[in-house]
C-alpha cells in the first residue's frame, strides 16, 4: 500500500496563496491517481481535485476551477495542490488520497469514485482569515 502524508497548510489572508504538498511512500507513486478533499468544521468532506497517474488529465469541483491547480511530481512521489484567490470559505482541513483504480469515463460513476480511495493521508489545515 502507500502511505500519504500532506504538507504545506497554514493561515493566509483574503486572496493570498498557498501551495499544499501531498508525499507518498511505499508503492509505485506513479501507479496512483491522487485527489484533495477538504474538510470544513461540521461540514462534510467535499472533492476538490484529482490528477491522473502520469498527471495529464485533471479534473476540478466547480468551487475551485480556476483558483486551484492540481500538478505532481512522479519523480519525488508528491502531488501539489496550489491554491490561488483563497477566500474564508475554503477554509478546512484539506486532505490527499490515492487509488489505482482507473477513473471511470460516466460523469455519474465518479461522484461515488472519488470518495472510494483506498489511501488516506491525516490532512493539513488551511485557515483564511483576516
Known amino acids: 500500500q502507500v502511505q500519504l502524508e500532506e504538507s504545506g497548510g497554514g493561515l493566509v489572508q483574503p486572496g493570498g496563496s498557498l501551495r499544499l504538498s501531498c508525499g507518498a511512500s511505499?508503492?509505485?507513486?506513479?501507479?496512483?491517481?491522487v485527489g484533495w478533499f477538504r474538510q470544513a468544521p461540521g461540514k462534510e468532506r467535499t472533492f476538490v481535485a484529482a490528477i491522473s497517474k502520469t498527471g495529464i488529465n485533471t479534473y476540478y469541483s466547480d468551487s475551485v476551477k480556476g483558483r486551484f491547480t492540481i500538478s505532481r511530481n512522479n519523480a519525488v512521489d508528491t502531488v501539489y495542490l496550489q491554491m490561488n484567490s483563497l477566500k474564508p470559505e475554503d477554509t478546512a482541513d484539506y486532505y490527499c488520497?490515492?487509488?489505482?483504480?482507473?477513473?471511470?469515463?460516466?460523469?455519474?460513476?465518479?461522484?461515488?469514485?472519488?470518495?472510494?480511495?483506498?489511501?488516506w493521508g491525516k490532512g493539513t489545515l488551511v485557515t483564511v482569515s483576516s
Open positions: 511505499g508503492r509505485t507513486f506513479s501507479n496512483y491517481i
Open positions: 488520497a490515492a487509488t489505482p483504480r482507473p477513473v471511470p469515463g460516466s460523469m455519474r460513476a465518479r461522484v461515488t469514485y472519488w470518495y472510494d480511495m483506498e489511501y
